[in-house]
């Protein structure tokens, strides 16, 4: 049995890696092949670990979240009425709402306000970094400064307002312009650490699958 799954696994990714030599029937069937196998493990987790433990009454309250399920499928029917494409809307609009506040939620509660908490509570006097033999306190001083200083520019980076009438709209606008351009800086360096961090993981990926080729390779015609 564990042969025949090692034969599986290896036809499978050399089909994927069929793609290489661009798109092609091997690729696009073990495309269709792993979403099919996605969503049947996806069923089969709901409905053990969801449908197949509610209670009498859970069914009730269950009920409601039912309902809009139902009227979901309405929105992908191939013939669809002004009702039925109306009942689906209600459905998809308490899903994009839903998604919506989840989102807000989570980038305010899950990073904006953990950001500004952690980044006031950073002390800027090098007299609280002990200095040691390699330099530890000083790098980490330093490197409190450049968050506080990225954190202040891409606050202001996402800034939008109009130039104060007055002698003193000028100035406030060369102050935001430069935080402003601080952030964009700020945020490109991220933007590119995280580039290269995806680069590193697919490379990585890659260099597993070789070498898991390579191992059933050599156990299926290696002896």
């Known amino acids: 049995m564990d042969t025949i799954g090692l034969v599986i696994a290896t036809v499978l990714t050399l089909m994927v890696f069929s793609y290489i030599f661009g798109d092609n029937v091997l690729f696009q069937l073990a495309a ?38 139902v009227l979901l499928i309405m929105k992908i029917l191939p013939s669809q009425s002004s ?40 002390s800027l006097n090098p007299n609280h970094y002990q200095d040691s033999e390699n330099g530890a306190g000083l790098v980490d001083w330093l490197n409190n400064i450049i968050i506080v200083l990225g954190t202040l520019g891409t606050f202001f980076y996402f800034t939008f307002a109009v130039r104060a009438p007055g002698p003193l ?52 015609f290696g002896g």
């Open 32 to 69: 269709h092949i792993f979403v099919g196998v996605a969503m049947g493990w996806a069923i089969i987790l709901v409905w053990n670990q969801v449908f197949a433990r509610l209670g009498p009454g859970d069914l009730l309250t269950a009920f409601p979240a039912l309902i809009l399920c």
């Open 83 to 122: 009702t039925t494409s109306a009942l689906g809307s209600i459905s998809l609009a308490f899903v994009l709402g839903v998604g919506v506040a989840l989102a807000i939620g989570g980038g305010l509660f899950g990073t904006l306000l953990p950001q500004v908490s952690a980044t006031t509570s950073i």
């Open 169 to 220: 709209g000028g100035l406030r606008e060369g102050v935001v312009r430069f935080w402003a351009g601080m952030g964009r800086l700020i945020i490109i360096f991220t933007l590119g650490a995280l580039f290269a961090n995806t680069a590193v993981a697919r490379i990585a990926l890659l260099i597993s699958r070789l070498q898991f080729l390579g191992d059933s390779f050599s156990q299926l």
